[in-house]
């Protein structure tokens, strides 16, 4: 599926959209104003380095980071049950934080 979404000329136009943009992308998100209230899930691969805490408190002021051992850039298709776990463990917790909240 992956190979044959690649083969589109579609494709290598929607990259190269996406590449223009990560500039403003990331000036964007180095100055907005981290994440309150919400509990934020971070999913990193196996292959590259942890956030420090320093950086994670940038992002937010509760956020997890789960390592992906097995994975590189796409942590979806090499570990799909770790996202499905992942989510799954954040939809339980925002329904217990609306249970707690609601008394």
Do not use: K
């Not at 994670?56 to 776990?85: K, T």
């Amino acid at each position: 599926m992956v190979a044959a979404h690649w083969s589109r000329p579609g494709y290598y136009a929607g990259m190269r959209n996406h590449v223009e943009s990560v500039p403003e992308s990331v000036r964007e998100i180095q100055n907005s104003e981290p994440i309150r209230g919400i509990p934020v899930m971070l999913l990193t691969p196996g292959n590259s380095f942890p956030l420090s805490e320093d950086c994670l408190r940038q992002i937010g002021d509760n956020v997890q980071q789960v390592i992906a051992p097995a994975s590189a850039h796409w942590i979806h298709l090499d570990e799909p049950q770790l996202v499905i776990d992942s989510i799954r463990e954040m939809a339980m917790s925002a329904a217990q934080e609306a249970l707690v909240a609601a008394g």
